[in-house]
């Protein structure tokens, strides 16, 4: 057993047992006074404040206060629920959570129900979904819940068996005696209650007895995912909710100027109503059909929106003029480039839908929300409710990755239904996603590195980018905490960015800087904010630096990384993908590494880019390089579910390729071309790779770090560098093909007449 280990073993938490007919328990984890985890309490800032602490230590301290208001509860049926106050979006942590308690209990995981908690708000900062926080945030809470209740269980146990406890023992969720006379949890229940709230003391299951924890397991809501008995909000038959669907601006964030034909639209068949709102024209009919067909039928006269006129080259040179200097180039040699990062789609694989029943002064949403307390309090401003009268329901969901922070949706729905005093099931179209939903910003990177001999001397990079909205959530969290933190009189944005970028090499003296512009854009972060663009750009220039330097790039990064477990975990990825191997004229590896929020990430990547492959024929797709082989090696720390872990990586890897490669969305005169799936280019089954390997390390601390993010910036870093060997020449802008249109553009808004060739022909 490592120190750790059996430090955090011995290690007794309180919780409580609560007042309840069954048994209900739960944790009490309080801060140390005035002091933020990671730091010290005077402490001050390095130039790499990730080492002091980062987003997941400002998250995991704004929730630990009320910890103690989420309960693990033993029915009599003998199942074990627990109502998860996070956003099931795919990510596996309602498998992950199941697996803590069933760890902590001596349950199968079956038998633990995991459901996601409506609103809560006395949760205050304590049901946000987001940073690759939840496993972090809610490991010991949990836990200690569960020990809590295993604990009151054996209690009850002893005296039903008239054994003592320390000779009971729970297995498969049966206590058991000496003698082999059990008991079912379920049976104990009742007697395991408490009449009133009672403080308790346990010891957690230290890490070499860990049965269930570690252990690759299957997804619990595998099986009804693919056989089609999962619901998601669409599937929900609330009584009375009819589809709903928008009619949206031509341009981003346009606004109705008048309606020529609306009683025209509402006489059509299954329309039931047609009405104005802030977004839009609204139409609920009896089918999602008959909605796109009043939508095509409107004739809406349009108000400029906030981006209007605007083009990615019209944005690049607004950000050209908000970059911050480098300051005074050295005497010393350098190598220096800028990097752009375009404009990227954020929709989730789910459509952005809600349904919502607003009467009588009351309102009840139904969504996937990653956000939900924000979104209870902005659906009662914008209906004029009291937030007590608004019940907001978290709904799983297909998918996220940033998008769900956002409730833009169940705002819509909320809207629609106050004004035509009905329920209503709405829905985005793919191309209402792509057009005027949340965007990844449009960005640059100067990175310039100096050196002298074998010496590195400094690192200094801008990041400039269009503003980033963190009105979902997480800027409350840095407000509310501001004062603890020590970064000084700096904005919201700036605080993410410096909690959330790390310097892994030891390259002098380094700086890192956010500059933010030009706030007229739908932005969001997909499947991460800064980090693959900051990282990207930084890997090329290691890249560079290790050509100028005479030294090969797995070598220098290996030799200057800050610490030995950054160091293995390229190693393994090297060692694993055959680093060095001979490659053919037009193909090339690439490397690169990433940490953040605790976890340590290497990716090696296989690239062909000779002409037969660039140029090969593709259906109605996007030719180009092919990756041909992946290695991702990821150290975590500790992996609750190295499976789950494993199925994330799998998806970052896929999400850096396209970030390296095809995806993008282009702006021309302020209205993004891009209209869905079909020509949004995401990684496809044509340029996924032929070898893909995900190493999972076999970490030694006793505390999960971060992973839903991590696996997209080494990813899209190693792609990009595997293209610069390939070709001999450095990529400067992202995605490589960005800058050949694939495709037609469809009209932005619906033609009179009504015609097949507009941007809704995909949801008939």
């Known amino acids: 057993m490592t120190g750790s280990t059996e430090a955090f073993g011995r290690r007794r938490f309180l919780g409580y047992v609560l007042a309840a007919p069954t048994l209900v328990t739960a944790a009490r984890l309080d801060p140390a006074p005035g002091v933020l985890p990671g730091t010290a309490g005077d402490g001050l800032p390095s130039a790499d404040l990730t080492q002091l602490l980062d987003l997941n230590d400002l998250m995991t301290a704004a929730a630990l206060p009320t910890a103690g208001l989420i309960a693990v509860e033993v029915g009599r049926d003998g199942t074990v629920s627990f109502a998860l106050p996070r956003a099931e979006v795919g990510q596996g942590i309602t498998t992950s959570t199941a697996m803590l308690i069933a760890e902590e209990m001596s349950v199968p995981v079956e038998r633990v129900r995991v459901t996601l908690a409506d609103a809560r708000p006395e949760l205050v900062f304590n049901q946000l979904t987001g940073g690759s926080n939840t496993t972090i945030a809610t490991y010991t809470p949990i836990r200690v819940a569960a020990a809590v209740a295993r604990l009151r269980l054996l209690e009850a146990a002893a005296d039903e068996l008239g ?26 229940a009742t007697k395991a209650a408490s009449a009133r709230t009672r ?78 709102i802030s977004t839009g024209v609204a139409v609920r009919a009896a089918t999602f059909g008959q909605c796109i067909d009043a939508v095509r039928a409107l004739r ?29 180039r050295p005497p010393t040699p350098v190598v220096e480039e800028t990097f752009t990062f375009h404009f990227r789609g954020n929709s989730a ?48 969901g297909g998918g996220s990755f940033g998008r769900k922070l956002f409730f833009d949706a169940a705002l819509e729905a909320a809207e629609v239904s106050q004004k035509i005093g009905k329920p209503v099931k709405l829905m985005w179209h793919r191309a209402d996603d792509t057009r005027q939903g949340r965007t990844h910003p449009m960005a640059t990177s100067r990175v310039r590195v100096s050196y002298l001999g ?139 590494f990433h940490a953040e929020y605790k976890s340590v990430s290497a990716a090696l990547v296989e690239i062909d880019c000779r002409s037969e492959t660039v140029g090969r024929p593709i259906r109605d797709g996007v030719t180009g390089p092919r990756v041909t082989k992946v290695v991702f090696a990821v150290d975590v720390g500790l992996a609750v579910n190295p499976r789950g872990l494993e199925a994330q990586m799998m998806g970052g890897v896929m999400d850096g390729i396209a970030l390296a490669l095809t995806s993008s969305l282009h702006l021309r005169d302020g209205h993004f071309l891009e209209a869905s799936w079909d020509n949004y280019f995401y990684t496809r089954q044509w340029n996924t790779p032929l070898e893909l390997e995900i190493i999972v390390m076999p970490g030694t601390s006793d505390q999960p770090g971060g992973a839903g993010e991590l696996g997209v910036a080494a990813s899209m870093a190693a792609v990009a560098c595997a293209y610069g060997r390939a070709t001999g020449t450095t990529p400067v802008s992202f995605p490589i093909n960005h800058g050949t249109l694939s495709f037609t553009p469809k009209p932005t808004i619906p033609p009179v007449p009504p015609s097949p060739a507009d941007g809704l022909d995909h949801a008939r």
Request: hydrophobic fraction near 40%; glycine fraction near 10%; include cysteine.
């Open 163 to 188: 054994a003592p406890v320390a000779d009971l023992t729970v297995k498969a969720g049966v206590v058991l005696d000496r003698s082999g006379r059990g008991v079912d949890i379920g049976a104990l």
């Open 199 to 276: 403080q308790v003391s346990v010891r957690l299951t230290p890490r070499d007895g860990f049965t269930v924890i570690g252990r690759p397991h299957n997804r619990v809501d595998a099986l009804d995912a693919v056989t089609g008995r999962k619901k998601f909000t669409m599937d929900l038959d609330v009584p009375g909710a009819e589809p709903t669907m928008v009619c949206r601006p031509p341009t981003i964030n346009g606004r109705v100027g008048s309606v020529a034909n609306l009683a025209e639209v509402r006489a059509m068949p299954g329309v039931t109503d047609v009405v104005v």
């Open 300 to 328: 809406v006269s349009w108000r400029p929106g906030t981006a209007a006129g605007k083009s990615d080259e019209s944005v690049l040179r607004e950000l050209k003029a908000a970059e911050l200097p480098l300051g005074l």
């Open 349 to 396: 694989l789910e459509p952005n839908c809600a349904i919502a029943d607003v009467r009588d002064g009351r309102a009840e949403i139904w969504s996937a929300l990653k956000s939900p307390i924000v979104a209870r309090q902005a659906i009662a401003a914008r209906l004029g409710l009291p937030p007590g009268n608004v019940t907001v329901h978290v709904v799983e």
């Open 454 to 592: 074998g010496t590195v001397l400094g690192y200094q990079q801008r990041h400039t980018s269009v503003a980033t909205d963190l009105g979902h959530g997480l800027g409350e969290i840095i407000t509310a905490l501001a004062a603890r933190l020590p970064v000084g009189d700096i904005g919201f944005s700036q605080t993410f960015f410096h909690l959330s970028q790390s310097m892994p090499y030891d390259f002098g003296v380094t700086g890192n800087l956010l500059s933010e512009t030009d706030r007229s854009f739908n932005t969001g972060s997909m499947r991460n904010v800064y980090s693959p663009d900051v990282a990207c750009a930084r890997e090329l220039i290691v890249d560079r630096l290790a050509a100028r330097m005479g030294r090969d790039p797995y070598r220098l990064r290996h030799d200057f990384l800050r610490d030995g477990r950054s160091r293995a975990v390229l190693a393994r990825a090297a060692e694993a993908g055959g680093w060095g191997r001979a490659m053919p004229a037009g193909t090339a590896q690439g490397i690169a």
